[in-house]
């Protein structure tokens, strides 16, 4: 008994098989969408909504202490640096040039990323780091150790060597994904407490050119794939 009825809206995670019209999938790992969101606001959320709580939950923020999150105007890092400071804490977020305003429009800290990270970090966070969310590699957590932030208070979903090296957390989606997580997600963004940025939607029939623009790794917020109804509600 899953309380669904036909053309009631879920929201789903079904990987390697939800780029489609039409799609099967097990009732019981379905999460209803409120109706006051959009379905580009919706989609991501048992993914990257679900990775960045995990990642959040993992070190644990306490309100009054710093967080930094390593590229925070991304799917995943844009959505921890705000469920961070939902916990009350102070969100240090590292971003390209383009994206410093950004940052600052969620109450994030910005810090460029790139040679000299950790320099800047101290500078923005004088009193010390207390966590790390990492959601992109590329040396982050080797900054996190330089910083003397704990390893058991640093998340990356993206260096598994320094997980083996350092013993840091390792959580994202898999460890976190549940229906009640994903609705609860869904009911911070019905409430504006929470944003889902979308940098672009594309119509499925061009899903090539979403994956070009991913692979440039210049996105704010997330790409989504949209189906255009029929007004009799076909694709």
Request: glycine share 10%; aromatic share 6%; net charge neutral.
């Amino acid at each position: 008994m899953t309380g669904f009825a036909p053309g009631d809206e879920v929201i789903g995670y079904a990987p390697r098989r939800a780029q489609a019209d039409y799609v099967v999938h097990d009732a019981a790992t379905l999460a209803r969408k409120p109706a006051v969101l959009c379905w580009e606001e919706a989609a991501p959320l048992s993914a990257v909504g679900v990775t960045a709580w995990a990642g959040v939950e993992a070190v644990r923020p306490q309100p009054g202490e710093t967080v930094v999150v390593s590229a925070a105007a991304g799917g995943v890092g844009v959505l921890a640096a705000q469920l961070a400071r939902l916990r009350g804490a102070t969100v240090v977020g590292t971003v390209g040039p383009h994206n410093l305003d950004f940052a600052r429009s969620l109450g994030i800290t910005p810090v460029l990323h790139g040679p000299g990270l950790a320099e800047r970090l101290r500078a923005a966070a004088p009193n010390g780091v207390d966590a790390f969310i990492d959601t992109f590699g590329a040396g982050n957590v080797q900054v996190a150790i330089d910083l003397g932030v704990p390893p058991q208070r640093i998340n990356t979903i993206a260096d598994g060597a320094a997980v083996r090296r350092y013993g840091v957390r390792s959580q994202a989606q898999e460890d976190a994904f549940s229906p009640g997580l994903v609705e609860r997600l869904a009911a911070l963004v019905a409430e504006r407490r929470l944003s889902v940025p979308i940098h672009a939607v594309y119509p499925l029939e061009r899903v090539r050119d979403a994956y070009v623009e991913l692979a440039r790794r210049h996105t704010r917020g997330k790409i989504v794939l949209s189906l255009v109804l029929s007004p009799e509600g076909h694709p």
